[in-house]
């Protein structure tokens, strides 16, 4: 059974610019959930999707915006990129739409590089 | 908000000793719990979890953990520490009852393990 997939592994972008992360989640799995990890901050959760609906949102910027497909795979977008996104983003699965302790899978993130 | 505390940013432990690290959260409601496993440029791994019933969880690779409630922690122990241990680790919580899937993570205890 495959595992999270998340594309592409390393990204290297410029300020200002923006940039689309994508994420398969395991085959089944309908809840999809981005983080985002830095050395300073450390992980924080930017939102969750289940069914394409957005159903949970964490304490970022409007720049950062998700949705997911009828086919439960995610994408999200972060627009007018500044050096402080740089960051490893990560994507989490889970089968079911949580409340019960679900465990989350998670993909091996994409290295986002602002310069 | 949900907040979770780990002791110690770094430990450093000798092959074969006790490894332990200390979690724990703020809320009144105990949440369920979660501890992850992250390796150099990999995502998370689930360890153990506690959800409901027996306090103290066993979990892959030797680990364990027991909550406590009067405590509001959820310590993390390995009696035997092996090389293959040295990695960085994240205790989560996940509200109860829960919208989502939204995890809150500690900021990471990162373990080195001597020869």
């Known amino acids: 059974k495959a595992g999270v997939t998340q594309t592409p592994r390393y990204l290297i972008k410029t300020r200002g610019q923006q940039v689309t992360l994508s994420c398969s989640p395991i085959s089944g799995h309908r809840s999809v959930s981005w983080y985002q990890q830095t050395p300073g901050q450390g992980l924080q959760f930017l939102f969750e999707y289940f069914s394409e609906t957005q159903r949970n949102k964490g304490n970022f910027p409007g720049r950062f915006s998700g949705r997911q497909f009828s086919n439960s795979r995610s994408e999200m977008n972060v627009s007018t990129l500044e050096l402080g996104d740089s960051a490893l983003y990560l994507c989490?699965?889970?089968?079911?739409?949580?409340?019960?302790?679900?465990?989350?899978?998670f993909g091996q993130g994409t290295r986002l590089t602002v310069v | 908000a949900q907040s979770v505390t780990q002791l110690g940013s770094h430990v450093s432990v000798s092959e074969g000793a006790l490894v332990l690290l200390r979690c724990n959260y703020s809320?009144?409601?105990?949440?369920?719990l979660f501890w992850y496993v992250q390796y150099p440029n990999q995502g998370l791994q689930l360890l153990l979890k506690y959800t409901t019933g027996a306090t103290l969880v066993k979990g892959i690779n030797g680990f364990e953990a027991e909550f406590k409630k009067s405590e509001t922690s959820f310590h993390l122990t390995k009696p035997s520490a092996h090389m293959s241990d040295a990695a960085e680790y994240f205790c989560?919580?996940?509200?109860?009852?829960?919208?989502?899937?939204?995890?809150?993570f500690g900021g990471g205890t990162r373990v080195l393990v001597k020869p």
């Open positions: 989490a699965s889970s089968l079911v739409a949580g409340g019960m302790g679900t465990e989350a899978f």
């Open positions: 809320s009144s409601v105990p949440p369920y």
């Open positions: 989560a919580v996940s509200d109860r009852p829960a919208a989502g899937n939204k995890l809150t």
